[in-house]
């Protein structure tokens, strides 16, 4: 009798585990559906402290959603920092940040921002090329205008004729 008293006890302790197990996972996809990454990631964590054998879902599928998060994490931070870079104006940098979220997931959002920094980026260097060769050549000779004061006062504007209409009665 109090091998099957110590059986139920165990039972009983094992279903409270698997509830609050189940409680934490499905707090963390609730999370990781909302894009809150990295909430996400530390309650799949906890799940993790009570995971005991033949619990679903798998100790594999928390670990690989907590490398999703991770990466998700990691791809947001690279996107985050080349929008950042680019509205600085700051072509090449962006280029980088977003060439390593690339490498974690292949966004064709990304890879839009990535052409549009990479023509950014050619006019910036053509104009600074541009630059550099007008500041190369022979200053220009060039003599200024008369003072306004010293200057004759010429026109050749003359006005329409202006042509009255009689109104018809």
Do not use: W
């Amino acid at each position: 009798k109090e091998l099957l008293e110590q059986m139920a006890k165990e039972d009983a302790e094992r279903g409270q585990i698997e509830q609050q197990f189940k409680d934490l996972v499905q707090e963390a996809e609730d999370l990781y559906s909302q894009k809150q990454l990295k909430e996400a990631r530390e309650k799949y964590r906890k799940s993790l402290e009570f995971h005991l054998p033949n619990f679903v879902p798998s100790y594999q599928y928390i670990e690989e959603q907590i490398n999703l998060c991770h990466s998700g994490m990691k791809f947001l931070e690279y996107y985050q920092e080349g929008k950042l870079a680019m509205q600085q104006q700051n072509f090449k940098l962006a280029l980088q940040y977003f060439n390593e979220a690339l490498k974690i997931d292949n966004n064709p959002k990304v890879e839009e921002l990535v052409r549009h920094c990479r023509q950014k980026r050619l006019i910036q260097e053509r104009q600074k090329a541009g630059d550099n060769n007008a500041r190369k050549q022979e200053p220009l000779a060039y003599s200024a205008p008369p003072p306004m004061e010293d200057a004759p006062i010429q026109t050749t504007y003359t006005a329409p004729p202006v042509q009255v209409h009689k109104k018809k009665k």
